[in-house]
């Protein structure tokens, strides 16, 4: 009575894509557990070679471990006493700033009015409503305050993370010999490279972008280049999210020059690192279709909120680089690069 399935491919596709749908679905329901989990890793990844350095110069295992932890135990309260204070101060300050805005604001219409311009349709109260524009910028500091709560949580994650990573090789030969093994490490070790060279290139970012608002007298620069080194994780679009909060600011604390040698700095360096220094140092191979870069950053602040849009490409990256390690689904990561395929980069054809 039975007739036997037809097409087998199209009916496994279906349940692929429906467990996708469901495994998406879970994620977004844990995304608090999901973000602490993810940012324990991610922290546990970019200290794992300095870990590994130390195991290879013969430091042992619970020493390094503890000059690790240390070391980010410091940078942790380096960053929220300086996060803290600022975004205390910012808070603090955020009348005077809106004051100034709306002076500001009424130059403008009265600047376009003299050159006859009707702004009797846009120069109201509701039209630039500065609590709305920065609605955006109060959720993302908020979501990072929640991070800072739950410090402790992230913070054992990384430390068991780092504890798994000393006997992880020694796990991963019992596996035994064979693609798979080979599959898995280089897998890993591209994930590692990917991961350590784009910290080190958003680190310098950031700390070019804290000086030059330092140089200008711009308030908050290490919150600015903070943000500046979080969102170069994002590339394109990443640099253009970290500008506008300190353009608006030096706008509105030391005029319309300062303002536009701010954005030209931001402009400066994130055009020389993006595109000369970081091509270089990542090579070939890594990156990702700009149109990929926005979906990402989308479908992942839409899952996890604003820390998932910090983690997009990283997470994406991760997808990217274990699909290119796939036989059967080395196609799918051509499709996610930037670059149209090579001679040679084809998936299976089985």
Request: contains cysteine; charged residues 15%; aromatic residues 10%.
């Amino acid at each position: 009575m039975t007739e036997p399935l037809r097409g087998g491919k199209e009916i496994r596709f279906i349940y692929v894509a429906a467990a996708v749908v469901v495994v998406i679905a879970g994620i977004k329901a844990a995304a608090a557990i999901v973000v602490q989990l993810l940012v324990g890793i991610f922290l546990a990844a970019l200290c794992l070679p300095i870990f590994n350095w130390l195991i290879k110069k013969r430091v042992p295992a619970a020493v390094s471990l503890f000059i690790v932890i240390s070391a980010m135990l410091i940078v942790g309260m380096f960053l929220v006493a300086v996060i803290g204070t600022s975004v205390n101060d910012f808070a603090h300050e955020f009348p005077a700033y809106q004051a100034k805005f709306l002076t500001l604001q009424q130059e403008v219409f009265d600047w376009l009015k003299a050159k006859g311009i009707d702004t009797d349709g846009i120069a109201h109260e509701d039209a630039f409503d500065t609590k709305k524009a920065l609605a955006a910028f109060a959720t993302m500091l908020g979501s990072f305050s929640t991070l800072m709560g739950d410090a402790f949580v992230i913070f054992l994650i990384f430390v068991f993370v780092l504890l798994e990573a000393a006997v992880f090789e020694d796990k991963l030969g019992a596996i035994g010999s064979g693609s798979s093994r080979e599959r898995f490490e280089r897998i890993q070790e591209d994930i590692r490279r990917y991961i350590a060279i784009k910290t080190v290139v958003s680190l310098l970012t950031g700390a070019l972008i804290t000086l030059w608002l330092y140089i200008l007298g711009v308030h908050y620069p290490v919150m600015w280049g903070l943000l500046a080194f979080l969102f170069n994780f994002v590339p394109n679009i990443g640099s253009i999210i970290a500008a506008v909060p300190a353009v608006v600011l030096a706008l509105l604390q030391l005029g319309a020059g300062p303002a536009c040698y701010t954005a030209a700095g931001f402009l400066v360096v994130n055009g020389v690192i993006g595109n000369v220094v970081e091509p270089r140092v990542m090579g070939k191979g890594l990156g990702l279709s700009t149109l990929i870069v926005f979906v990402s950053l989308i479908f992942w602040g839409w899952v996890l909120g604003p820390v998932g849009m910090i983690l997009s490409v990283p997470l994406t990256m991760v997808v990217k680089i274990v699909l290119e390690n796939s036989s059967d689904l080395k196609w799918v990561a051509i499709l996610l690069d930037s670059k149209p395929p090579r001679s040679g980069d084809t998936g299976s054809k089985a």
